[in-house]
């Protein structure tokens, strides 16, 4: 089992956007300390939700700072940026990294972002599939060209090219962000694992997973990789000596953030939204996922992993919004959860 966080750069009440960077570097170097296998970035535009606005750039901060562990994007908002420039970045952090850079994707949602970048509605509602195919053919061939809809030019050697890295693998793994069947299906038949959301539980991730399965089948590609999919499970981890404690650390700051946050996403169309509630949303969070005492934390992801048969999880270390608190969870993560697991 591989243990990682995921960080957000979470802006929470009465915070400065400084001190939310800061305690997410801050929790990824600890990360490495405690011995995570990874750190997962998220990526947010114009809203205290993330103040990370290039899960990319930071990635490459960290990677420099680190030696050991992985470090991986969820997600790169692919509809707001150039596949090949995206392509690009992700084969230099590969390279010069020794393949501990992750690259997750997604289609991220119908925000201004796709106004203020110049991609336009049709960038996520149509235009993903085309995006993500021209991305993995960089990443994965010595030259490429495009005549699609979207992005057309001439062929063009790629440069650096990222399977002449001594690594294991002829170029980073991408994983997708999986929220739909339709999402699933696009990257099972494409072979590419999934990034499973912190916002439904066991049963449901369980059942993406048969569908990925069923579509990567179908889709001819071996059964050996079908079956060893390294898919990653989103979640929340809040460790305390009493289960009560960790739910009220959890309880008491993460739903101001939410509702500062979430509600401050604007739709580029001007579309209804509708937002859960923070409260309610975060006791859901606290009943899904790792969020109790070392050993609750443990069996609760040995359980996941065996309902699902995810073995990678990408944790939520920062829910309390203070930064002591924050390093000490991922501390007793490394320490008192870790050795639990296999």
């Given at each position: ?183 699933v299906r696009l990257a099972a ?104 005492t070392p050993r609750l934390a ?12 995810v073995s990678r999880f990408a ?28």
């Amino acid at each position: 089992m591989h243990v990682g966080s995921f960080v957000l750069a979470a802006q929470f009440p009465g915070q400065g956007q400084g001190e939310a960077l800061h305690r997410a570097v801050r929790s990824a170097e600890v990360a490495e300390e405690a011995g995570l296998d990874a750190v997962w970035l998220a990526e947010h535009h114009f809203v205290p939700y993330g103040t990370c606005p290039s899960a990319i750039t930071l990635a490459a901060l960290l990677l420099g700072r680190t030696r050991r562990i992985r470090v991986g994007t969820a997600v790169s908002v692919l509809p707001t940026v150039h596949p090949v420039a995206l392509g690009e970045q992700a084969a230099l952090l590969h390279m010069t990294s020794g393949g501990r850079f992750s690259l997750g994707v997604g289609r991220g949602g119908p925000w201004v972002d796709l106004e203020v970048f110049g991609a336009g509605l049709q960038a996520y509602e149509k235009g993903f599939p085309e995006s993500l195919d021209l991305l993995v053919r960089w990443l994965r061939e010595p030259s490429v060209g495009a005549a699609g809809e979207r992005f057309r030019f001439r062929e063009v050697p790629v440069v650096p090219r990222p399977s002449e890295a001594l690594t294991e693998t002829d170029g980073p793994e991408v994983i997708v962000a999986c929220t739909s069947p339709a999402s699933v299906r696009l990257a099972a038949e494409r072979g590419l694992p999934m990034l499973l959301g912190m916002h439904v539980g066991d049963e449901e991730k369980a059942e993406m997973v048969a569908l990925w399965r069923r579509q990567a089948r179908a889709a001819g590609h071996a059964p050996e990789k079908v079956l060893d999919a390294p898919h990653v499970s989103a979640g929340v981890c809040q460790l305390a000596d009493r289960r009560t404690d960790a739910v009220e650390a959890l309880v008491k700051a993460m739903p101001g953030w939410l509702r500062q946050g979430l509600g401050a996403h604007v739709t580029v169309d001007g579309r209804a939204r509708q937002m859960r509630d923070p409260v309610a949303y975060t006791e859901l969070l606290c009943g899904l996922h790792p969020v109790g005492t070392p050993r609750l934390a443990a069996d609760r992801l040995a359980a996941t992993s065996e309902r699902t048969g995810v073995s990678r999880f990408a944790l939520l270390v920062e829910g309390s919004g203070d930064l002591a608190a924050t390093e000490e969870n991922v501390r007793r993560l490394g320490a008192e959860v870790l050795p639990h697991l296999t």
